[in-house]
């Protein structure tokens, strides 16, 4: 590991960085292996399971990247942190926790067991699938095309650009999502659902079809390690309660029923999808300058190859390992 250069941004230390990254992504792509493509939704297994990329964007703009980073994908659950900031913003904070909890579950992204077992009085968190349906229930609008209106817009806001919507994804979803129907009429069934379950359904899976790339989710993430600031113009995209919120549920709850040991062997906010997608946002650390991007950065990872959990095996390998070399870790 290079020691002892305070100033990232010259030429050299950008060949070092980035020859480095180039070595951990080709060492970790040959992990891909461990992992399947989701084809639960039959639309993507159509995704090359030996695909692994990486953008990292600092907050002074410095940027590495590395592997399959053009690839675009559709945003999965990473969605699920984009619907609850916009319906914190439309909403309210408290609005929004009044309906949907704060806290880890330790199972898998699509169970249903804890909401009956626990009887519990509103979803546990946004992040998994009943607590996701339930944000797309509060969303204000009539219509799917509605509710996702302002979440185009903030995706807009961060990344300079309208990203669009996977259509054949967001088809092999609805006909395919047996799932995710049954977990709507039990939200239904017990009253959490805001508004009519089909146009919450069909928000859903629409916004869990957006396409983006690693770089948009670089971009995001450095803008919610920012706290909601894009340091570019120092506007606020995301009211700073708001970001810090995502933040702490992208670290309980991000990774679904590997979010403890994420915390614990790379410990940064990330949000995974079963594309393959992880998006993490590191805060600014103070404790080693002679680290790159201390003063925060946004981190976007494609690799479609899934472990157990749904989250991708060599993204999470390559992160834990970036972590561990560049002290990443906010703990
Ligand atoms: N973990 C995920 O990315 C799940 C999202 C997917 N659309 C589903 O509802 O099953």
Redesign the pocket.
């Known amino acids: 590991m290079v020691q002892g250069t305070a100033n990232w941004n010259t030429e050299e230390t950008q060949e070092w960085l980035q020859q480095y990254v180039d070595d951990w992504v080709a060492f970790y792509r040959k992990h891909t292996g461990d992992g399947h493509v989701?084809s639960?939704?039959p639309e993507l297994k159509n995704a090359d399971p030996d695909d692994l990329g990486i953008v990292i964007i600092g907050k002074d703009g410095m940027s590495v990247k590395s592997g399959d980073t053009e690839i675009p994908f559709?945003?999965?659950?990473?969605?699920?942190a984009i619907t609850f900031i916009v319906a914190c913003m439309e909403r309210g904070v408290s609005y929004l926790l009044q309906r949907v909890d704060v806290e880890p579950t330790g199972e898998a992204?699509?169970s249903i067991m804890h909401l009956e077992m626990k009887q519990v009085k509103k979803p546990l968190n946004p992040f998994n699938?009943a607590g996701?349906i339930t944000v797309s229930s509060i969303l204000p609008g009539d219509t799917s095309n509605e509710r996702l209106e302002p979440v185009f817009q903030l995706l807009e806001n961060m990344l300079g650009h309208r990203p669009a919507m996977n259509h054949d994804v967001f088809k092999s979803?609805r006909d395919s999502?047996t799932?995710?129907r049954a977990i709507g009429y039990y939200l239904l069934e017990v009253g959490f659902l805001e508004s009519d379950l089909d146009v919450t359904l069909e928000t859903?899976?629409k916004q869990?079809?957006i396409d983006v790339t690693i770089d948009d989710l670089a971009r995001i993430g450095m803008i919610l390690a920012n706290d909601g600031m894009d340091p570019k113009n120092d506007v606020e995209i995301i009211p700073r309660q708001i970001a810090r919120i995502t933040k702490v549920l992208m670290l309980t709850c991000g990774m679904?029923d590997a979010s403890g040991k994420f915390a614990t062997y790379v410990g940064i906010p990330a949000k995974?999808?079963?594309?393959g997608g992880i998006l993490a946002a590191v805060p600014p650390r103070v404790r080693d300058e002679s680290m790159p991007f201390t003063r925060g950065c946004g981190i976007g990872v494609y690799g479609p190859a899934l472990g157990d959990e749904?989250n991708s095996v060599a993204g999470i390998r390559l992160l834990r390992h970036i972590a561990t070399q560049w002290d990443l870790s906010i703990f």
């Open positions: 989701a639960y939704i559709t945003m999965q659950s990473i969605s699920k992204f699509n699938n996701a979803e999502s799932r995710n859903y899976f869990c079809s679904y995974s999808g079963v594309s749904g």
